[in-house]
């Protein structure tokens, strides 16, 4: 009965390249949150996701960042142009229904050099 | 002022200690409440939901009170394998994001 699983685990990027992190939900999920971790501070909301459609991306920053669910396959948070500040830990979470406990994957630790 | 605000720590107790936590939070629509578990560089695991009645899960006792918008955790008899940051937690209304306070950090020590 596997967890929600991420990856990679680990990515490390130049400053300007692009960053792709892969999201699987639990089975039997199919609502999809991201979050961000940035170095000794709380996790914070970045989007949330049903198959196929981005229900709410309030905390998404405006430019250069992306997430998607498509009807086959992962969830995927896309760093397009990434800079020093995007270095955080990414964690996708997964629920049942909205509303419902939230189940977090392992994470991946990007960082930026 | 925070929506989510705790004591960040660390409390430092001997094993078998009794120890508490305290979180409020600002949203008084918020609508669900839950205490996660985070070890260092590790992702937040659900300890517990947190119910208006209370509830308690082995040495774990949680309590909501939503006149004061405050909500805690109770661990009895401390294991040094509790020792990690916990987080509080909060669903705002809406119910599709969590809100997280910054976490307590416990140390149990021999």
Not at chain 1, 65 to 89: H, N, T
Request: hydrophobic share 30%.
């Amino acid at each position: 009965n596997a967890g929600v699983m991420q990856n990679p685990r680990h990515l490390v990027r130049r400053r300007g390249q692009e960053a792709r992190l892969r999201c699987s939900p639990m089975k039997g999920h199919s609502h999809v949150y991201w979050y961000r971790q940035l170095p000794e501070e709380g996790l914070k909301f970045m989007v949330y996701l049903q198959k196929e459609n981005i229900i709410d991306e309030s905390g998404m920053p405006k430019e250069r960042f992306s997430a998607e669910f498509p009807k086959e396959g992962p969830s995927i948070l896309r760093i397009q142009q990434v800079v020093r500040g995007d270095s955080a830990a990414y964690f996708c979470a997964s629920s049942m229904e909205v509303g419902y406990e939230q189940y977090f994957g392992p994470g991946t630790r990007l960082t930026v050099t | 002022r925070k929506e989510v605000e705790q004591d960040p720590g660390p409390f430092n107790v001997p094993e078998g200690a009794t120890v508490a936590f305290n979180c409020t939070y600002s949203n008084s629509a918020s609508q669900s409440f839950f205490w996660y578990r985070q070890d260092c560089r590790k992702e937040p695991k659900l300890l517990m939901s947190v119910y208006s009645s209370g509830n308690e899960d082995g040495r774990f006792t949680a309590q909501l009170n939503r006149a004061s918008q405050y909500i805690s955790l109770l661990i009895r008899d401390s294991k040094l394998s509790d020792s990690a940051t916990y987080l509080c937690v909060v669903n705002q209304g809406g119910g599709n994001k969590l809100t997280f306070g910054t976490g307590t950090q416990l140390k149990v020590e021999l």
